[in-house]
């Protein structure tokens, strides 16, 4: 199964060889900061170093020598971090004039914005964003441009100076002809010429605007990518003034191969189930059951939580559904026989409201006075009447509410909207809602096929919460190397001493019944500092444990600004398992589900890459490539691991999961989680 990659970079070569520039030793707005090391001893014999900004620190506009210049002859071949500020000076000045809108954007790379005749309308114009960064010897032996899309925004057809009695506070974005600005950033020229200032319509502003929110849209991405970024580059890239300030290769975006790309082992794909080895869980859990039922106590007893409006319908429908099965086209079975759990509905337990707005109170008056038997476990359906979407805040933190009442009851729950209930295409909730159900439950619906080592997996994810202005991490998301959960807890973001604490906690456990771990694997949502992993480290001195520590950084954000295309498929997406070097210790991985030629991935399922790094207290382990490959399988692993659906997931668990968690726990009242809260996933 051959494919033929493309990467969204180009490389070129240094439009000379070597250069003078003029230099000054005073900070100046606008100018460009250059710091001394970045010129490799130019400035030796030409400027004392006390003369510089601290110490430090030259500026440059990249112009002709004004007064107080310092010329100094620079190779840019040699040195790369200041060829990149010139190389982006030249690629802003091109665009001046090009671009409809442009900005530097955080990391200080270029946008430019085009404008979208076609998607535009009488309230708003859209622009097609697209990003061009410069970066060195990544893929190629020298200077790099990557190109990248970044999707649309809309900006306002009317200006500032025609928008009358609005909260100005609520503006952000400003495109002041042409150039992009914050509204609080604005310049004295900028304000008084408003005529020319037209907001950047943010989510905030669009209810204000009468501007519908966006539809996600689950199509495959990778054409509409991959012609946008062809487009841009044969209009505005390949063209004779871009190529005269920038040599880019005739062969145009590159194309790896060699070491540089790699596919993970077929093997990988396997997972064990309870009476066999399958590969799609979506077809193989029906027919090999899950490699474990639901856990001791056995006994398990059902209760619906409901509006009083929607027994007729949505309660009763799902009642049969996990009863009799769900019988049409694509028949499926009944519960008891997919999650091998008896389906028990406790009589006169099911809990129902007349009014929504009560909802929470009803319920937490019944859970309080409610009969429970012992050794039997108990189970909710909420079937929720309030969309994810709902705009009421209030409305919208009843699924919060309801589900810390129950949590903290030892209770765990299942919501389903009960629109859902009535769709044609049902059947297709049906797989996910009751692996979901298992899940929570305690049983393990399928574990990777490999044999069992003492290492201990550790994932940390965070999620920022715009309602609650505050960060949550889902820590210590522990896993052995099959897969299997063993705990987890929350803490505050920047808590590093309580993920550590969490960390020694989970190690402490793991030893205790596994005796000795021999490695430690965080799988962390960004980069871990030296400064955040010291106490991670302590930690395990502490314990008497001196065992290695690697940690994975996997970007939970898919990476649109890195992508490769597979030009020998119509799709253009990789297959499933594709490894792509692209630096150092950097990798792309394609989790997917195009396992071989003939696989037909769903629109979901076809997944942009993550992108991964790594970083160890012993840094002479990632020397070893067996060791990445291994690591970057496990990772590949973890992804198939998820138990809120039967499809395959571009994110591993040991992400995925604690941001599930930080997504919902900073609406609970409770500041901690309860026992049970830690050793089950609720959240699912």
Known sequence: MQQELQLNIIPFTAPVQEADFAFYTAKQDGYCPIHKDDLNGAIEGLVD??????????????????????????????????????????????????????RK?????????FHNTKSSSTK?????????KVQHNRVTEGPELVVSFDGTTKVLNKSIAEIHNFKTELYNWINCNGELNRWKYLTDEQKLNHEKNYPVVSNTLKPHFDIAFDVPDFKNRYPKYFTLLNDFYNNYLNTDAFTSILPLSADGFFKPNGLSVQRINGTSNELQFGNGVGVEPKRDLKRLKPYKPVPKPSNVKFF???????????????????????????????????????FELEENGSISFDNIDDAVSVVQKAIKNKDRLPDTKYFAVYISPVPKWEKDPKRNSIYHRMKEILLYKGITSQVIWKENISKPAFNLFLPNIETAILAKLGGVPWRLKRDTTNELIVGVGAFYSITRKSKYVGSAFCFNNE????????FGANDTDSIAGSIREAVGKFIASNYKATRLIIHFYKDLSKKELKPIIDTLHALGLPIPVIVVTINKTESKE???FDTSSQKLMPYSGTIVKVGAKEYLLFNNTR??????PTDREHHFPVKISFFSDKAELLDDPALINQLIDQVYQFSRMYWKSVSQQNLPVTIKYPEMVAEIFPYFTHDKLPDHGKESLWFL
């Open 483 to 490: 897969g299997i959960f063993k705990g987890f807890d929350c």
């Open 124 to 132: 708003f114009k859209v622009y097609n964003q697209f990003t061009l």
């Open 105 to 113: 954007n955080f990391t200080n790379e270029i946008e430019v914005w």
């Open 562 to 564: 890195l992508l490769a």
């Open 595 to 600: 396992y071989e030629e003939a696989s037909a």
């Open 304 to 342: 619906f939580i409901y509006h009083k409006p929607d027994r007729e319908h949505a309660v009763k429908n799902i009642w049969q559904y996990f009863k009799d099965g769900y019988n049409g086209q694509y028949p499926f079975p009944k519960m008891e026989e997919y999650i091998s759990q008896p």
């Open 49 to 102: 170093e006390s003369e510089l900004h601290y110490g430090n620190w030259l500026y440059t506009d990249f112009a002709p020598a004004k007064e107080n210049a310092i010329i100094i002859s620079v190779n840019l071949t040699e040195c790369k971090y200041f060829a990149q500020h010139y190389y982006r000076h030249l690629i802003r000045t091109h665009f001046k004039g090009v671009a409809d809108i442009m």
